[in-house]
């Protein structure tokens, strides 16, 4: 399994990394950047979300990426929500803001499913 421990989703008592998701996500044409993350849920205790920032001139949908992790994850790794967004919250290092993912997705949220 890949990735730190408290970076783990955990959601049913699965442990998924948000790495390996978002190696799959990355391998869709059409993506340009993702960062997949859990979500308070208060039944499996965390539900996987995924935002993606689509490549140039893409027309990516939320279906085509659903559908396609559906044949490269494991059914619980599949992300529950996509957002599209202009950007990702950045680090001043320029890596991803693992912290603010949540966040960003109350306030850089273009569209979800």
Known sequence: MQGRIKELINRGGEKISPE????????????????VFGIPDPLYGERVRAIIVRARGSDLEVADLTSYCQHYLAPFEVPEGVTFADQLPLTAKGSLDRTKLSDYLLTGERSSG
Request: proline share 6%; glycine share 6%.
């Open 20 to 35: 390996h998701v978002e190696d799959v996500l990355m391998s869709y044409p059409g993506v340009d950047q993702v960062a």
